[in-house]
């Protein structure tokens, strides 16, 4: 009994801050879902949040955009980041100085470089589109085409690659050069080795990038607001309205919608009940990659 209570004397700092910061917030959230709330007024509403939820044609758009950007450009990254740290890996003259150059893109605030990327995308002065126009590819409008405007944002996450790039560099360093060796005498070539032995050593790091990865692309918020605000031409002076998601709802994220709903249009119990929706869902993708590394895991 004493050796309990000790326990939980040791354990009271991080049982105050999970109380106070999750269960609270998180019981305050699902509270007020049920409510009619905009900072001043509250009135019970039952179910009516939940139903608008489903009738909400605009937070549907949000979710297949959100669910867009997981699914193409999470793997697109940590494929991307993985291929760069094996190359990266593998130089030996300079290579200080290419590690450095991949990674100080995701050193830049997300805003800076969100608008240094516009500006470089821009289908009139943009340098990227000026060079394919003069190999003779197209140059779409990446930021003001619905066709092209996830893509544009797909291409910012590649650019910003450089802290998988790191992580996946420490898994590739550590994995023992024996291995290698081994299967080279045996007659494993490069790609063997790579599947036979470098994939499941790393595959803890591989799981992590996922798991981190789609748990921020659900919250993905910053990047496509200020894209959709600079290639919109919107500004936030007086009698101007900006209305997320530019060109075409296309690069509406969940995220985005939800603030847009809380803190615009100070519909707050609406945005409790995004909130729980965003919180399920990642729940949900957390535990899938998490049960199918653990069923990998098992069979190897």
Known sequence: MRGNLRALLYLSPWLAGFAIFFVYPLLSTVYFSFQRYDLFTLEPVGLLNWEYFFKDQAAWTAIRNT???????????????LGVAQLVTRIKAGAGVYRTI????ALVPLVAGTLGFVFLLNPGTGPVDAILSAVGLPAPDWFGDPAWS??????????????????????????????YEAAAIDGANGWRQFTSITLPVIRPVLMFAAVTG??????YFTQAEVAARVASGATDSAGSVFTPGYPDQSTLTFPQWLFQQGFRDYAMGYACVLALVLFAVSMVFTLILLRQFRFTEEES
């Open 150 to 179: 996830k893509w544009g944002l797909t291409l910012l996450g590649l650019w910003s690659v450089g802290d998988l790039m790191v992580i996946f560099m420490a898994a590739l360093l550590d994995v023992p050069k024996q291995l």
């Open 214 to 219: 789609v748990i921020q692309t659900l919250q």
């Open 67 to 81: 669910l867009w950007l997981v699914v193409v450009m999470v793997p697109l990254r940590v494929l991307f980041g």
């Open 102 to 105: 991949f990674y100080l893109p």
